[in-house]
């Protein structure tokens, strides 16, 4: 059963340091999403790609985001420096090029807790 | 696209039909209602999506009014693993962009 994986599943840091949460799509599928989910916010739509290109990062603060897809089986959302309000469980959704293409695949999701 | 309005929370006795409403009233015609759930803990799961004709699939049914102003989600032998937040949403095919609201909070009751 294919399945979006996402790493690490639980990070704890402190304020100030870089986190770097990755992203391993279903293989196949060519567009990759990163959403944030707070208690405040909900879920919210930070950034997505498409055949590894951004499309849009509208949702994204770019002075301290930044979102990234090495290659086909890779995606990266990084955050330097890291500040308590990022605090937040972050989640990657991949979606199919064709048949099932009005789905989006979540991942578990990375907790991130900013100290 | 389109804003929707759900209930915050609704309660459902296990192994009876659960419908979740959702009002989209200010829709638009290429704009298709789409639903999501959340189980605690889980990244949200794709449940089902509809134009205007009913849709049903080995999840869930979508009942769509003949205005499409409304629909209902229904889970019609709702389980205790069924319990989570569903959220409704309208949006432009091809717009891949989800929008989430608040959603309905489920809880099935043995």
């Known amino acids: 059963d294919a399945r979006v994986t996402q790493t690490p599943r639980d990070k704890v840091t402190e304020m100030g340091q870089e986190v770097t949460m990755r992203c391993q799509p279903i293989?196949?599928?060519?567009?990759v999403f990163w959403y944030r989910q707070t208690m405040m916010q909900g879920l919210e739509l930070l950034a997505y790609?498409?055949?590894?290109?951004?499309?849009?990062d509208s949702g994204m603060p770019k002075d301290r985001f930044s979102a990234e897809m090495p290659d086909a089986t890779l995606a990266t959302l990084k955050i330097q420096p890291s500040e308590p309000r990022d605090s937040a469980v972050y989640f990657c959704?991949?979606?199919?090029?064709?048949?099932?293409?009005?789905?989006?695949?979540f991942g578990p999701g990375t907790r991130l807790t900013v100290l | 696209d389109a804003k929707t309005t759900q209930p915050p929370s609704m309660d459902c006795a296990e192994g009876r039909a659960a419908n979740l409403p959702c009002n989209h009233s200010?829709?638009?015609?290429?704009?298709?209602v789409y639903w999501y759930r959340q189980i605690h803990s889980q990244g949200p799961q794709y449940i089902i999506h509809?134009?205007?004709n009913n849709e049903t699939n080995e999840m869930a049914s979508l009942i769509i009014t003949e205005d499409r102003k409304s629909s209902t989600l229904i889970l019609p032998h709702a389980t205790l693993r069924d319990t989570a937040v569903y959220y409704c949403?309208?949006?432009?095919?091809?717009?891949?962009?989800?929008?989430f609201g608040t959603g309905t909070r489920l809880t099935i009751i043995p």
């Open positions: 959704a991949s979606g199919p090029p064709s048949g099932r293409i009005h789905e989006q695949f």
């Open positions: 293989l196949g599928h060519n567009t």
């Open positions: 790609f498409r055949n590894r290109a951004p499309l849009d």
């Open positions: 949403i309208v949006k432009i095919f091809g717009n891949e962009k989800l929008t």
């Open positions: 200010t829709i638009s015609g290429n704009e298709y």
């Open positions: 509809g134009l205007k």
